[in-house]
Each structure stands twice: as C-alpha cells, then as structure tokens.
C-alpha cells in the first residue's frame, strides 16, 4: 500500500514535471537572447538549481533528510525528501543499476551510515572535485563566455570546468579526470555538452566523485550528455542523460530548472570545504556501531 | 645685431635640442612597447596557457629549484633571489616572525604534521603562489579576468568593474581580487586573505593581514612580466617585491586538463605516521 503511494506520488511528481516545463520550453523556441562576439547565445551570469532540485545532490533518488539530520543541519524541519522527482527516465525515478552494481551500491550506503575507514567517507564530505553532473547540483554556478568556450565556475570546492564549443574533439583515452572532458556544440538556444574521460579508482572504491552521496557510482564507460536549454533571460531546463554499460542496465536520465540568481551585486565567494574536513569523530562513531553490529544501508526512515 | 642675436641664440638652443632629442631617441629604441591586441570588450588581450618562471621551492635562493629537474643544486643560482626588492632578496621578517619561521624551516624535509606545506595538502594556493606553480590559463571574458590553475584545479576570478572590496571579516585562501588596466598592465589588488598560505615550500607565512598589489604586463605577444607587492604590517618589517615572468605555451593545440592534487593526498598521512611522530 505504501508503495503504490509512494510510485503514485512518484508519477504525479513526473506529469507536474512535465507540465510545468512544457510551457517554458515552449516559449525557449522563440526567446532571442543577445550573443556574444563570437557568435553564441549569451548566457553569463549566475545560476543555481531551482527550488525543485533542493536535496537532490544527496539523493537524486530520495532528496535529504530526515527531521533529526535538518535539526543539526539547522535548516527547515520540513525540507524531506524531493519536491519533484529528478530521475525522469525511468519513469519509476530509480537508478537502473545492474545486480553486482545494486550490491556494491548497498555496501556504499552501509559504509555510508557507519564508516570504519577513511575511504568510507564519501566524496564530497572529503572536498573532491564533484564531477558531472553532480558540480550542477551544488550551490551557485557562474557562467562566462570567451570566443570559442564557455566557463563555469563553481562555489563549491572553487572548482571550474572549461567546456570548448570549437568542434575539437575529446582529450584521449588514457587522460582520465575527475571532472572528465567536456566538448559542447550549440544547437539553438541549447548547449549539448558531452562529458566522458571521467577518472575511477583503480581499486574500485570511492576515490572518484559520486553522482550523489548515495554511493552513486560509475566506472571508465561513463559518458554523460548534457542538455543545457535556455527558455528565457532567467530560466534553463537542463537535462543529463547518464549511460554506463558496465553499471546500469539502460541509460537514466535527470531533469530540473537551473535559475539565474537575480540579487543585485550577487558575487561567487569561495568556498572553501576543506576546512572543516575533520574524519576522525565519524570514523570513532562508526566503529562503535560497527562493533555493537548496527550497521545498516543509510537510509532516511527510523531502523 | 642686438636685434639678430636672439634669434640666433634661438635657433642654436632650438637646434641642440632637437639634436639632444635625437640622442634620447636612438637610447631608448630598443626599448619599444609591445601592444597586444584587444579583447572584444577593449582589455589587453594575454588569454592563452603560460609556464611560469620562478622557482616554487624557495623563492629567495633558487639554487635548489634544479632538484625538481634533474636531482642535483645549481650551485650557480647559489642565494639568487625572486625578491627584488628589498635588494639583499630575502623577506623582511620581523623578528618574533623571522623565530616562528625557524623551526619549520628547519624541518622542512621532514615536518611534523602542523609543519606540513599547505600546497602539500591539497589546498587552495592563495595569491602569488598559484601562479608560481606550474602551467595555468588566463581566460578574458566581459569585465574579468581570469586565472585557471592546472595544479589543484582552482580558478581566480579578477573583477574589472571597479566594484568595491568584499567586507574586510571574511577571509579567503585565494584572497578577493580587484583589477584594473593601466594602459597595457593588469594591476590586482588582493585583500581578504587567510593566514594559511605559503610563498613556497620553506614556510615563507604571512598573516590575515596581508594585502597584494599584483602588476602583470606583457612585454611581448609570448611572455608576461609579473610584480607583486607583498604588505602585512604584522609580519613584515616593510613591504617587499617579488617578481618572475610568464612563458606562453606555445605547443599546438595544448590544453589545460585537471592535477588532482586530491588523489594521493593520504599518501601525506601516511609520511607523517612514522614511528616516533607525534
């Protein structure tokens, strides 16, 4: 009963989706923006993902977070979960993961809740470069344009991602990153941006960004395309669609609104996580409930 | 003739000066300005991917730098320095600082864990010292400059607009940088800097206090002159100059593709685990 809700809900969630952009990307098709030297669209200025896209970055299956975690968090008793189903493709919103991916995916979480080793401690918490499209997800995104190149910088970890649109193409094989390689073309008003050469840990743990901090992870066959749209002076639909064919069964899509932040004199400060990284209270905490066997996938719902 | 001669006198002075002129002239040929060309926006245009020319292993005698080429001093770099000024090379410490820095000095080679280089840790450079280390691109889109380093993958964003410092309280590992260009010279100011940074790896520190005022001019489509003046009252005696240049990388077709600093960074932990160490 409870998951008939929940995938009813779920399905509510992708048709307000819908219908909430079909206009938007309806007037797309007719906004003029102004360009630039060269020839593109200009679309500088600083964005950041809209309301629906909030907690996404921890889960982009099931939001953040529970009453408990927002309590220390201090943010809002009731910002739970998502406010829109992020994952469009499937339909059902999960992540299509294959069955030895499903299992090392549950180890993740496991590690996740309690952590023994320093390698548990999951990407972002240890201030690594986010990858795509995780970089999206996370605080404010400034977006410059020189001929021949668009710039994003990041708050987050000040972190920076340079996407040629010259028609050149990929860096080769063996020059793998962390933030990948980025080539972009313009087709409209939409940036088509494909993202590949992403870097994995040689031993297969986490010394490579997730998708989300839900152990989200990925192997050298990533290639993620991403679909920056520009409807209007303030809004883009994005899209990415995900293929990994030695880790999910099918290609997975995410879609939510990126917005321009419209205060005035609104300015990237950086950000700088490393300096509150300190592991040792939450390894401590984790080997305690290691030892007393309470370990369990992180989830969100009381045990 | 007393109405003539004045006008001779006239034209004798007039003469030796333009010979005088001509004279000055042909000194200062050489020395003809390099003009690049302009960004769409009217900026100087120095966008491309540069090498700098320093030493990142002690800026005030070079002659260790070689151990990272090829494992042996250059004894002839012996006590050369990038400061120029003041003219003895060496950063005027105040006294309690010059003390404070001994130690670290010292143990350089070996630190302890709160002697650990910060760039050693993965963490932001600050200003100089991310554009003395390795390659990095200079990105000029409207109204900014922009530094993109290759080593840490973290960018600096220079405002042109002429928009006032961020409030003096928030303190920043790469600092809050504001530009302008005087004629062909970027001048920075860069305020709201942290006490974490080094200038090199020998425990060269300031304090929050510090203010840089960076000049870089380009003296030629190849290479950039770069001067910065480095401030902290409650460090230093005065302010001192440190100055190197940037090469272009002129490799075809080169591209700047990411150092992740991050991925052997436990490595670190592990060094400093050794019996003995606390």
Redesign the interface.
């Known amino acids: 009963m409870r998951t008939r809700l929940r995938h009813c809900l779920m399905a509510s969630a992708t048709l307000g989706t819908v219908l909430w952009l079909a206009p938007a990307l309806a007037a797309g098709q007719t906004w003029t923006p102004s360009r630039t030297p060269d020839g593109q669209p200009d679309i500088q200025g600083i964005w950041e993902g809209g309301p629906a896209s909030n907690n996404a970055g921890h889960s982009l299956e099931d939001g953040c977070c529970d009453a408990e975690h927002n309590k220390m968090q201090r943010r809002a008793a009731d910002n739970i979960g998502l406010r829109q189903q992020i994952i469009v493709d499937p339909p059902n919103g999960k992540i299509p993961f294959q069955p030895w991916a499903a299992a090392k995916r549950t180890e993740h979480l496991i590690n996740l809740d309690a952590p023994t080793e320093l390698q548990h401690i999951e990407p972002e918490d240890r201030c690594s470069l986010q990858g795509v499209p995780r970089s999206n997800l996370r605080g404010p995104i400034q977006i410059l344009q020189i001929p021949g190149h668009v710039v994003m910088l990041f708050e987050w970890v000040h972190a920076y991602r340079v996407i040629p649109v010259d028609g050149r193409p990929h860096s080769p094989k063996g020059a793998a990153m962390w933030q990948g390689d980025s080539r972009g073309r313009w087709e409209g008003n939409t940036l088509v941006v494909e993202a590949s050469n992403f870097r994995v840990d040689p031993v297969g743990y986490n010394k490579q960004p997730w998708i989300d901090s839900h152990g989200t992870f990925y192997s050298d066959a990533l290639r993620v395309v991403e679909r920056w749209t520009f409807v209007d002076a303030k809004t883009i639909a994005y899209e990415a669609t995900i293929e990994d064919p030695k880790v999910f069964t099918h290609p997975w899509k995410i879609a939510y609104l990126i917005v321009r932040r419209a205060e005035r004199h609104f300015e990237l400060i950086e950000e700088a996580c490393w300096e509150g990284v300190s592991v040792s209270n939450r390894l401590e905490s984790g080997r305690i409930t290691a030892k007393a066997g309470r370990q369990r996938p992180h989830s969100h719902s009381e045990p | 003739m007393r109405s003539r001669c004045p006008v001779l006198l006239f034209a004798l002075a007039l003469a030796s000066l333009i010979a005088g002129a001509a004279v000055d002239a042909r000194q200062q040929e050489p020395a003809k300005p390099y003009t690049p060309p302009r960004?769409?926006d009217g900026q100087p245009d120095i966008?491309g991917i540069y090498n700098p020319v320093g030493t990142f292993y002690n800026i005030e005698d070079l002659e260790y730098q070689s151990l990272y080429q090829n494992f042996k001093p250059n004894p002839s770099l012996r006590g050369k320095s990038l400061i120029i000024d003041p003219p003895d090379g060496k950063i005027p410490y105040q006294t309690w600082a010059a003390e404070k820095r001994k130690p670290i000095y010292q143990l350089h080679g070996d630190p302890t864990p709160q002697y650990v280089d910060p760039n050693a840790?993965?963490?932001?450079q600050g200003v100089p010292r991310h554009v003395n280390n390795r390659e990095f691109?200079i990105?000029?889109?409207?109204g900014?400059v922009?530094i993109?380093n290759m080593a840490h993958?973290?960018?600096r964003?220079i405002?042109l607009d002429g928009?006032p410092h961020?409030p003096e309280s928030?303190k920043?590992?790469?600092g809050d940088s504001r530009g302008r260009w005087e004629g062909n010279t970027l001048v920075v100011d860069v305020t709201n800097n942290n006490d974490q940074t080094w200038f090199d790896v020998m425990a060269s520190f300031h304090s929050d206090a510090m203010r840089v005022t960076e000049r870089m001019t380009p003296v030629s489509a190849d290479r950039i002159e770069y001067q910065a003046v480095i401030t902290d009252p409650k460090v230093y005696t005065r302010p001192w100059t440190f100055a190197i240049y940037f090469n272009r990388n002129k490799d075809y077709?080169s591209?700047?593709?990411?150092e992740?600093c991050?991925?052997s960074n436990?490595r670190n932990l592990e060094l400093l685990k050794r019996p003995g160490r606390n």
């Open positions: 960004t769409p966008q840790r993965c963490w932001p691109e990105f000029q889109p409207p900014y922009v993109f993958h973290t960018y964003a405002t928009s961020i928030v920043l590992w790469m077709g591209e700047l593709w990411e992740a991050v991925e436990d």
